[in-house]
T-cell receptor
Framework: AQSVAQPEDQVNVAEGNPLTVKCTYS??????LFWYVQYPNRGLQFLLK??????LVKGSYGFEAEFNKSQTSFHLKKPSALVSDSALYFC????????????FGPGTRLSVLP | NAGVTQTPKFQVLKTGQSMTLQCAQD?????MYWYRQDPGMGLRLIYY???????DKGEVPNGYNVSRLNKREFSLRLESAAPSQTSVYFC?????????????FGQGTRLTVV
């Protein structure tokens, strides 16, 4: 079975400081990993994904994520947070087996304080 | 470029009433999904359609039915709404679920059952 954990319901960070939103996963086989962001009253927007290759993945809006196979983690990072980054962030995983569905984590609310 | 369009955006139903949520995508995607989003639970898959003419149950299908009307459209029907179905519903599409591509989401339907 596949599962995703986002251990923090809420992350607060000051504008200009680095931010990290944590994600750990469990999957049978190799993982495909995704990060999405949801702004209020909007759908989910794709940020970045890890499929294979370099463990550091760069995505939209200056975000990046690091895949760590030994720790089964895929933490989202940004060197300098903006107030406009405040939103709900979802990590998702699916196995590389044929026909698997996405499994989403519960979400982490990021608040960037001016 | 519309992407994934859901209608309606908001709906209030009385217990026992029925309704259909509509979803259409203009990206020529094969796979489409219906999710529900509840606080602290992330997104849970209700039904999916791997390709035109096929539908399958997801994690929480009870109380719902779906129709893949054609390649563009995938509707979700509540035959007899219950308060437990109060949620935000998202439709998503993906090029082909055989491949590790990201999904694209609609803006959601906020449904309240009283």
């Amino acid at each position: 079975a596949q599962s995703v954990a986002q251990p923090e319901d809420q992350v607060n960070v000051a504008e200009g400081n680095p931010l990290t939103v944590k994600c750990t996963y469990s999957v049978s086989g190799n993982p495909y990993l995704f990060w999405y962001v949801q702004y209020p009253n909007r759908g989910l927007q794709f940020l970045l994904k890890y499929i294979t290759g370099d463990n550091l993945v760069k995505g939209s809006y200056g975000f990046e994520a690091e895949f760590n196979k030994s720790q089964t983690s895929f933490h989202l990072k940004k060197p300098s947070a903006l107030v406009s980054d405040s939103a709900l962030y979802f990590c998702a995983v699916r196995a590389d087996n044929y026909g698997q569905n996405f499994v989403f984590g519960p979400g982490t609310r990021l608040s960037v304080l001016p | 470029n519309a992407g994934v369009t859901q209608t309606p955006k908001f709906q209030v139903l009385k217990t026992g009433q029925s309704m259909t949520l509509q979803c259409a995508q203009d990206m020529n995607h094969n796979s489409m999904y219906w999710y529900r989003q509840d606080p602290g639970m992330g997104l849970r898959l209700i039904y999916y359609s791997a390709s035109e003419g096929t539908t399958d149950k997801g994690e929480v299908p009870n109380g719902y039915n779906v129709s893949r009307l054609n390649k563009r459209e995938f509707s979700l029907r509540l035959e007899s709404a219950a308060p437990s179905q109060t949620s935000v519903y998202f439709c998503a599409s993906q090029g082909d679920r055989s491949f590790p591509t990201e999904a694209f989401f609609g803006q959601g339907t906020r449904l309240t059952v009283v």
